[in-house]
């Protein structure tokens, strides 16, 4: 059965801090692994795109990792702002328009 | 910069009702999609639409809903006889072309969602 996993499930951090995310998937056939910033009540927003070929990709303070070989992905966060505070979720693509999404981790940076 | 938009944000409807959700997605877009996000859960894949057909839908995708282009900018959901069940955020989102298995990344953008409560 094709299926995202994410954890942690919440967490929080102190402003200015590091974090990291992690996602397994179980997902074949797989073509790209997304990363998605959502903030409550609104729609997901791209962070970072990696198909199997690739290792590692940034976006500013996000940077996000694949290891095709073992299907696991994270996304780490520098310097953590208050606005990062929302949830992030791993998707995957399972075919040519189907997205499989995590259930997200739900980030909140406090002062 | 463009998005998707979608009306109306929030949709009250009694059960056994029909409701039409409405997304204008980015003019250069060709493929378009429907997701729905239960409070609480996670977001799942409702259908796919290119070409004024639909390309892919998942098992929740049943005879109740349907999906239309009706013209050069709207993308509708309509769901038949609402159910309790039913109430959720309603997600619409388009993309250049397709997700995966072309040459380069494709980006998905969403739309800011419908909330859709049954009553």
């Known amino acids: 059965k094709n299926q995202v996993e994410q954890s942690p499930q919440s967490l929080i951090i102190l402003e200015g801090k590091n974090c990291t995310l992690q996602?397994?998937?179980?997902?074949?056939?797989?073509?790209?692994l997304r990363w998605y910033k959502q903030d409550t009540g609104r729609g997901p927003v791209s962070l970072t795109i990696m198909t199997f070929s690739e290792n590692t990709k940034s976006n500013g303070r996000y940077t996000a990792t694949l290891d095709a070989d073992t299907k696991q992905s994270s996304l780490h966060i520098t310097a953590s702002q208050l606005s990062d505070s929302a949830s992030y979720i791993c998707v995957v693509s399972g075919g040519y328009n189907k997205l499989i999404f995590g259930a997200g981790t739900r980030l909140a940076v406090h002062p | 910069e463009p998005e998707v938009t979608q009306t109306p944000s929030h949709q009250v409807t009694q059960m056994g009702q029909e409701v039409i959700l409405r997304c204008v997605p980015i003019?250069?877009?060709?493929?378009f999609y429907w997701y729905r996000q239960i409070l609480g859960q996670k977001v799942e894949f409702l259908v796919s639409f290119y070409n004024n057909e639909i390309s892919e839908k998942s098992e929740i995708f049943d005879d109740q809903f349907s999906v239309e282009r009706p013209d050069g900018s709207n993308f509708t959901l309509k769901i038949r006889s609402t159910k309790l069940e039913d109430s959720a955020m309603y997600f619409c989102?388009?993309?250049?072309?397709?997700?995966?298995?072309?040459?380069?990344?494709?980006?998905?953008?969403f739309g800011p969602g419908t909330r859709l409560t049954v009553l």
């Open positions: 003019s250069n877009h060709l493929y």
């Open positions: 996602c397994n998937y179980t997902v074949s056939p797989f073509s790209n």
């Open positions: 989102a388009s993309s250049e072309s397709w997700l995966a298995g072309g040459p380069r990344d494709i980006e998905q953008f």
